[in-house]
């Protein structure tokens, strides 16, 4: 290497991809950051709920079942929720409804993404018949109102034996959210996936001689990866809604707490004055949906190439 | 034009021939025959081989011109869904008699939802980049994290039980207005945030074109120019989500009509799944995606209609 080039180098500024670009502007904006350290405290606190029960520690939401004073104790130092109907701790049973609502949202993710991605990379790669195939698919789906599409599911699906598994309480809960929710990205992958398969690089990869699934798995899912993340970060919190509507309805965990119980057993608490419970689970499901909404918009604005000149 | 929507109408089959036979996989085959459900544990063999008959569960599935998803698709083309598993009422009278309170609680909420929000986000969309767009943007995301369900909850305990400014419940004695305000009311406030975003950014979008500058350099007033230019502009997504928005107005508002009692189709819903009655929500998924899919269309055609660059291929 002659001394022109070594001088080049140095002069030459560093690149950035579009991750780190992008992870450089959502950095910068502070509201944003804030939402994602809340998330970040939803998530400990999940896996310290299942750390908890793995090794069976008798601590803070694993003994969300004791008896901690009087029915209805409203809200005081020592219980700063106050106790429900049986004296339990209103604050430990909202920390156990967080494990809860993010285990539902998070396998019914996995399980849109899971079908959602791979049919929308096929039909949108390979056109034809699997297209029209898969697209009558979705259409077909997609054109069942959506509420009424997940309560059928979560209806027919409960107490289910499903390859000799028992579908009990939340696993039919996130086995239907996920089953009737990969309509949107799938049709969001299809689109960008007819986009880029005829742009240059798809077309060098070919004529290397690449194989389709290669070039799908390593050439275009990256490209469009953006997308998957943006569309998971702002579904999260409509799984968390529906998984509280689903229990709200009954169709949901029966024996352990949740947030959608919990506001059906305020519902007839209510009018006697018992609002603690409530709003606990209000203000639970409040911040974690605020944070996500907040965060996927950013997360939008600084993964997506096309809005950067605002 | 002709051309076009018969060639649409023709796609419609397959979507609803996709959703007869979703519905039919899942309560038929999945759910399965629940002659036990019906009859109770202490009926006769007679009474079970009745039922299965008048349910057609003794018939095959799939392979047979008698088969049980044959007249699955004769019942639905011809909205005969058979009686309900509860308590033996024909399922389409149901229905009937449940449309009605449904769409008196949906249509003036849909109505309010939309002037509402569309009117603000002219507004908010005018004062772009000032501190109320930015605490409008703010309080949009805040509305859109609070649950519908405490919307309705808080709503119904602090204005009707707690201060007494609306009935607490449904009574048949009432005037319409009287019970259905509350609802009605708690139904806007708790759509206004998603829509007002939505449409703030379908008006962001028009207002950086030229023509609003040229209606501004021409000296017109704000809201001639908003009212005016901007709104009519703005119509294909507005139709969009106004066309879709209908065929849920006929399904009624599942929580709102549960916690008001109001006795529309979310609340036959709500019951329907209480007894895990298969043949009501089989029959109002089949209607709801009816409809879905008229409205489809219809929007398709309305984009002609507002917008002549729009082509029908």
């Given amino acids: 290497m002659n001394e022109q080039d070594v001088k080049l180098k140095k002069e030459l500024p560093k690149g950035r991809g579009l991750w780190a670009d992008g992870l450089r502007r959502l950095r910068r904006r502070r509201l944003a950051m ?28 694993a003994r969300w079942d004791e008896k901690v004073g009087s029915e209805y104790e409203p809200p005081s130092t020592a219980n700063i929720f106050g106790t429900d109907f049986l004296g339990r701790s209103v604050l430990r049973k909202t920390l156990y409804g967080v494990k809860i609502s993010i285990t539902v949202a ?28 898969i697209v009558w698919l979705y259409t077909t789906l997609g054109s069942i109102p959506y509420i009424l599409l ?6 027919v699906l409960r107490e289910k034996n499903l390859f000799g598994y028992k579908l009990t309480g939340i696993t039919a809960v996130y086995l239907a959210i996920g089953l009737t929710s990969w309509v949107g990205i799938c049709r969001l992958i299809r689109g960008e996936v007819i986009k880029h398969k005829n742009r240059e690089y798809v077309l060098a990869a070919r004529s290397y001689g ?21 569309n998971f970060s702002l579904r999260f919190v409509s799984f968390i809604q529906a998984e509280v509507i689903l229990s709200f309805l009954g169709l949901g965990e029966k024996t352990r707490p949740s947030w959608g119980a919990m506001i059906d057993t305020a519902r007839l608490d209510l009018p006697k004055g018992y609002w603690w419970e409530m709003t606990a689970a209000t203000v639970a ?19 997506d190439p096309k809005l950067r000149i605002q | 034009m002709i051309a076009y929507i018969i060639r649409r109408l023709l796609y419609t089959i397959p979507i609803v021939f996709g959703v007869l036979l979703l519905t039919f996989v899942l309560f038929n085959v999945v759910g399965g025959d629940v002659t036990d459900q019906i009859a109770g544990k202490a009926a006769s063999k007679e009474t079970r081989e009745e039922i299965r008959r008048e349910y057609g569960w003794d018939k095959p599935l799939f392979l047979s011109l008698d088969s049980q998803f044959r007249h699955h698709l004769q019942n639905a083309v011809t909205f005969d869904f058979g009686r309900s598993w509860s308590d033996r009422e024909l399922v389409i009278d149901k229905i009937r008699r449940g449309a009605g309170p449904s769409l008196s609680l949906t ?7 939309l002037v509402v929000s569309v009117s603000l986000a002219l507004v908010v969309a005018f004062l772009r980049g000032t501190i109320i767009d930015i605490l409008a943007v703010l309080l949009c995301v805040a509305g859109m994290s609070i649950p519908f369900l405490s919307f309705i909850l808080f709503g119904q305990y602090f204005l009707a039980f707690k201060w007494g400014l609306f009935p607490v419940f449904f009574s048949p004695d009432l005037a319409m207005v009287q019970y259905l305000a509350l609802p009605v009311l708690i139904g806007i406030a708790a759509g206004l945030g998603g829509n007002l975003r939505f449409y703030r950014t379908v008006m962001l979008d028009e207002m950086r074109s030229d023509y609003v500058r040229t209606a501004f350099a021409k000296g017109l007033n704000a809201g001639r120019v908003l009212f005016k230019h901007v709104l009519k502009n703005a119509m294909i997504p507005i139709i969009t989500r106004v066309v879709l928005a209908i065929p849920f107005l006929f399904l009624g508002s599942l929580l709102l009509e549960r916690f008001f009692g109001i006795p529309g189709l979310g609340y036959l819903m709500i019951e329907a799944i209480g007894g895990r009655d298969f043949q009501v929500i089989g029959a ?7 409809l879905f899919v008229v409205f489809n269309l219809i929007t398709d055609i309305c984009y002609c209609l507002v917008d002549p660059r729009v082509s029908l291929e």
């Avoid at chain 1, 997940?150 to 209806?155: E, G, T």
């Avoid at chain 1, 070039?215 to 990866?225: A, D, G, R, T, W």
Wanted: hydrophobic share 60%.
């Fill in chain 1, 150 to 155: 997940i309560l059928a599911f979560a209806l």
């Fill in chain 1, 210 to 230: 690449c194989a389709n699934s290669r070039i799908i798995l390593k050439h275009i899912i990256p490209n469009v990866f953006h997308i998957i993340i943006i």
């Fill in chain 2, 107 to 113: 249509i003036p909420m849909f109505l309010g939802t």
């Fill in chain 1, 285 to 303: 499901i409040f911040f974690i949906s605020l944070a996500l909404n907040i965060f996927g918009d950013a997360l939008r604005d600084s993964l």
């Fill in chain 1, 34 to 61: 804030v939402s994602f350290g809340i998330i970040i405290v939803y998530l400990l606190l999940t896996g310290f709920v299942y750390v908890t029960e793995i090794f069976d520690w008798q601590i803070g939401p």
């Fill in chain 1, 106 to 133: 998070f396998w019914a993710s996995v399980i849109s993404l899971g079908i959602g991605v791979p049919l929308g990379a096929i039909a949108g790669y390979f056109r034809g018949f699997v297209d029209e195939i």
């Fill in chain 2, 284 to 290: 109002m998924t089949y209607i709801g995606a009816l």
